[in-house]
């Protein structure tokens, strides 16, 4: 079954504007990670915040996590036209052990940024 | 250098065939992958390998069988292609002990006539 469902599907914002991206899944988890994907590429990790963390920064993304509403959420402060991409969150749902990289994906975020 | 690179990256079959995607990385990780990302973006593990070993093996037809001739290539055979099989087949690279995906290939676009 589908694990992280991502919300919005598309997002449309004007350069310098935040863009805010959610992400809800199912099951325990030990982390949820967030990806990037140009088109026609593959996807970059941008960031891993664990079970036990609340919030978690990597330059202008921000990354916060409520497992008591198995939610997420990704901030990209002011955004840039280069940062026009699919937005991925991901589960680590291997519940006391290593997952080693079976995440389970959702479908997306497409954000487009306006010059 | 590409670190994770994947050939080809376009393949267009007729129904029936028998094809290979080839993975290649150079990054001296331990485990590689593949995914299958379907027509609606949804991105879902087929295969992993540790060290040549299987480690991950999902619902995948057995049409699909993977080889690792060493921890640097992780090769994907597809046997009697089907049209459902149309996809773009993304190769990974990971460190085990980190849990989390490091690096992608471009991704292989198949499509089955």
């Known amino acids: 079954s589908q694990q992280g469902e991502e919300d919005p599907q598309a997002l449309s914002i004007q350069e310098g504007e935040n863009a805010t991206m959610n992400c809800s899944y199912k099951?325990?988890?030990?982390?949820l990670q967030w990806y990037r994907q140009n088109s026609g590429r593959g996807l970059v990790h941008l960031i891993l915040?664990?079970?036990?963390?609340r919030e978690k920064h990597s330059g202008r993304l921000r990354v916060t996590l409520d497992t008591s509403k198995k939610s997420s959420s990704l901030l990209i402060t002011a955004s840039r036209a280069a940062d026009t991409a699919s937005y991925f969150c991901?589960?680590?749902?291997?519940?006391?052990?290593?997952?080693?990289?079976?995440?389970?994906f959702g479908q997306g975020t497409i954000l487009t940024v306006h010059p | 250098d590409t670190a994770v690179s994947q050939t080809p990256k376009y393949l267009v079959t007729q129904m029936g065939n028998d094809k290979s995607i080839k993975c290649e990385q150079n990054?001296?990780?331990?485990?590689m992958y593949w995914y299958k990302q379907d027509s609606k973006k949804f991105l879902k593990i087929m295969f992993s390998?540790?060290?040549?070993?299987?480690?991950i093996n999902e619902t995948v037809p057995n049409r699909f069988s993977p080889k690792s001739p060493d921890k640097a290539h992780l090769n994907l055979h597809i046997n009697s292609l089907e049209l459902g099989d149309s996809a773009v087949y993304f190769c990974?690279?990971?460190?085990?002990?980190?849990?989390?995906?490091?690096?992608f290939g471009s991704g292989t676009r198949l499509t089955v006539v």
């Open positions: 991901a589960t680590d749902d291997y519940a006391g052990g290593t997952s080693y990289g079976k995440l389970t």
């Open positions: 990974a690279s990971s460190q085990r002990r980190t849990g989390r995906l490091g690096t």
């Open positions: 915040i664990r079970s036990n963390e």
């Open positions: 099951t325990s988890i030990n982390n």
């Open positions: 390998y540790n060290n040549k070993e299987l480690i």
């Open positions: 990054l001296g990780h331990d485990t």
